[in-house]
């Protein structure tokens, strides 16, 4: 991942996840058949999905499913809390109060955006917030989480239930207030004196989230194994779903009766699921006890940053929206790759979304989720109902903010860096959608070398209008961003779904890794090779050259090969790559090591990286053989690139070895030589019986000469020596006449 450099974080007007991420580039270059100036290929970044415009900085602008960008509903900034941190919020009178960290105080907002301090807990953070209808505020504490009441303007104590975290409050269907907290995973029924009890004691670490029924059940989330539960008013409870996810960070209700669930495994979330989760089991004594011994011991400075319930090994999503019906079945809804929710709300006729980390809130209604707001920097961790759409507050940085009536008149989404691989020329930009009357589309750009946007970059152009923008101006370079602005002056908006850009790479040399040839008889086929369905002999010389090869079939795929065996043969193979991505083609040349000034051509225009051929035409001798590589099938000619490659010394032998003296020792004393190769076999045979390896004088049959050391065998009528060179060249001598 790309480095955050100062100069890329100074940048006016953006932040630092407008940067460019090669890893989550906004689309993968395909080819297309248009030519653009001097070229007979170009490339297209082309960006049209949801997922691809998430990658860059939206301002103002929303987003669907299917990747249309519009502008988006008119948001305003209530208020900056005057807090490092923001956990909760809930509605109060016409305002609404929030619950902060790290000093734990408790905030109230007005209408008009002005905040006051109404408490400050003994604790650092208050996770869990809630207001009566009568202006009684509670707050939940954490850690060493205790439940604090407000009420005429006085702050009380109101319950301790002797719990690290406390995660949620709010009333039951019969007024008790009910309290979730962690890390025993218990959910506490308070009676309006304070007076306390366990209604449910989870065997899970933390019990994250609750949302009464209307028959007088409670659906419960647990945090460290991601348990749906249905609690009944007699503390009885049953499992209605085993997510997949460690966490259930928020419910909220379903239109039909159900709910719906969020489910989370994120290094954003606000507990620590690495330590506890592995004492969970263990937090208790079998008999339902405290054992004091294996309490999970929290770390307190570890409250505002988190480690999260994103646990070692886990490959899912972050966050996954569920739909719990009424009759017991499971929906999932959605699933976020990266985006961590926080918080839902039901509202609208849809369901809103509130994530971190970058701060957006999405929308979910007709099957499609839509991004509606981006915050820049922020967490969106709580969701209130307002007149025009939600309330919702944000957490680093803290603040609340509200929707109002119609549309923004102006917004921007400046795209992640597409990155060409190498120095690019850049053709036109093309946009596809409408811009009804009133309203404007127009794109700027700018271009550089640097791996993320500095001061070497160009200046961002002036913006530009049309559905195709020429860039035949703009500078060559490996990286190139663009920004789009939307723009209304009556209240309509305009409508983006896609957005292409052209590119040619300036070419590039192909790349020649290594050139091998094989020994003496090896050849390469398919490894789908059947010798009944294909014929594979010795194709006809043709017209331009001397060199039989085999014959291959053009359109298989012979990228998986086997190694076989024919007399006579040699193969040549290497590895190219072209960093254009060109279309290559390849030309094999030869020459003796006696001539190093003359390269004959052996075979031209191959497209695959080897070449089998006859080598029996060449007379013996050392030779070396280049193989060239061109991509003038993917450029107009200039403008094609080559490189080559010479292999190491070759030796090419026909001849086989020649007998040399023959003395009767103790044993029969046999010299061979080769002038070309090393020897690799010799074996003998009396009455032509079973070969017998012959023994070399000096222990390895491994040079150009060498003599040999032949057994005895009274009475023997036929002798014969069969010896073989390194370039399979074999022959028999008769020895018989040196028995007696």
């Not at 989230?209 to 609690?231: C, H, M, Q, V, Y």
């Not at 460690?246 to 909220?252: N, T």
């Not at 971190?356 to 839509?370: A, H, P, T, V, Y």
């Not at 409508?495 to 040399?509: C, D, G, K, M, P």
Request: aromatic share 8%; with cysteine; proline share 4%.
């Amino acid at each position: 991942m790309l480095s955050q450099g100062r100069e890329a974080r100074a940048l006016p007007g953006r932040k630092s996840a407008a940067l460019l991420k090669p890893s989550s580039l906004l689309v993968i270059a395909a080819l297309v058949t248009a030519p653009i100036a001097h070229a007979t290929q170009v490339k297209l970044f082309r960006t049209s999905t949801q997922e691809d415009f998430l990658s860059g900085v939206l301002d103002s602008i929303s987003v669907d499913n299917l990747g249309a960008l519009r502008l988006a509903q008119k948001a305003e900034k209530v208020t900056s809390v005057d807090e490092p941190f923001l956990f909760a919020a809930c509605a109060y009178g016409d305002g609404w109060v929030v619950g902060t960290g790290n000093a734990g105080k408790v905030v109230h907002v007005a209408a008009d955006g002005s905040s006051t301090v109404l408490f400050e807990t003994t604790e650092p953070e208050v996770f869990a917030i809630w207001a009566d209808d009568d202006g009684t505020v509670y707050a939940g504490s954490s850690p060493n989480g205790k439940v604090y009441r407000w009420a005429n303007e006085e702050l009380t104590e109101f319950f301790d239930p002797e719990q690290t975290y406390i995660w949620q409050l709010g009333n039951d269907s019969q007024g008790y207030l009910l309290v979730a907290t962690g890390t025993e995973g218990k959910l506490f029924r308070v009676d309006a004196e304070g007076s306390g009890e366990v209604l449910y004691d989870s065997d899970d670490t933390h019990l994250r989230a609750f949302l009464p029924l209307k028959d007088g059940s409670i659906l419960a989330g647990t945090a460290g194994e991601g348990l749906l539960l249905r609690i009944e008013a007699d503390g009885t409870a049953r499992t209605l779903h085993d997510a997949a996810a460690p966490e259930i960070v928020a419910l909220a209700p379903a239109p039909d009766g159900g709910a719906f669930v969020a489910v989370l495994a994120s290094e954003a979330s606000f507990l620590d699921l690495g330590k506890s989760s592995s004492t969970s089991d263990n937090s208790k004594s079998k008999n339902g006890d405290d054992d004091d011994e294996s309490k999970v011991e929290v770390d307190e400075s570890s409250v505002a940053t988190p480690a999260g319930s994103r646990v070692r090994g886990f490959g899912g999503p972050r966050s996954e929206i569920l739909h719990w019906q009424a009759d017991g079945d499971i929906e999932k809804l959605w699933s976020f790759k990266d985006e961590t929710v926080f918080a839902l709300l039901a509202a609208d006729d849809r369901l809103w979304v509130g994530t971190g980390i970058e701060g957006k809130l999405f929308s979910f209604r007709n099957d499609q989720m839509i991004l509606e707001k981006e915050v820049d920097d922020s967490q969106i961790v709580s969701l209130m109902p307002g007149e025009d759409g939600p309330v919702f507050a944000t957490t680093n940085a803290a603040g609340l903010f509200r929707f109002g009536t119609g549309n923004e008149s102006s917004g921007s989404l400046t795209g992640s860096g597409l990155d060409a691989k190498h120095v690019a020329r850049f053709g036109t930009l093309h946009w596809e959608g409408e811009a009804p009357t009133g309203t404007r589309v127009t794109f700027s750009f700018r271009s550089g070398m640097s791996s993320e946007p500095d001061r070497t970059w160009l200046d961002w152009s002036e913006p530009r209008e049309g559905n195709d923008i020429s860039l035949s101006d703009l500078e060559s370079g490996r990286y190139l961003q663009w920004r789009l602005e939307l723009a209304s002056d009556n209240g309509t908006t305009p409508t983006v779904r896609a957005v292409e850009l052209s590119y040619l790479q300036i070419n590039q040399r192909p790349e020649i890794e290594d050139v091998t040839v094989l020994d003496p008889g090896k050849i390469l086929v398919p490894s789908n090779f059947n010798a009944n369905n294909q014929v594979y002999e010795p194709a006809h010389p043709n017209r331009d050259g001397i060199f039989t090869t085999i014959a291959t079939e053009r359109k298989r795929d012979n990228r998986s090969l086997k190694t076989l065996w024919k007399r006579g043969f040699r193969t040549v193979r290497w590895k190219a790559t072209d960093p254009n991505e060109d279309e290559l083609r390849y030309t094999v040349f030869f020459r003796r090591e006696e001539d190093p000034g003359t390269w004959l051509p052996m075979a031209e225009d191959l497209e695959e990286q080897r070449y089998s051929f006859d080598s029996t035409v060449l007379p013996d001798g050392r030779y070396r053989l280049r193989v060239e590589a061109s991509d003038k099938a993917s450029n107009v000619a200039g403008e094609d690139r080559r490189a080559s490659k010479t292999s190491d010394l070759i030796v090419i032998d026909h001849t086989p070895p020649s007998l040399g003296e023959v003395r009767r020792q103790s044993a029969l004393e046999v010299t061979v030589e080769d002038a070309l190769s090393p020897l690799r076999e010799a074996v003998y045979s009396f009455d032509a019986k079973q070969w017998q390896d012959a023994t070399a004088a000096d222990g390895l049959v491994d040079s150009r000469r060498e003599t040999f050391l032949l057994g005895e065998a009274e009475g023997s009528r036929l002798l014969l020596l069969r010896v073989t060179d390194a370039a399979f060249n074999v022959i028999t001598y008769d020895l018989t006449r040196y028995l007696e």
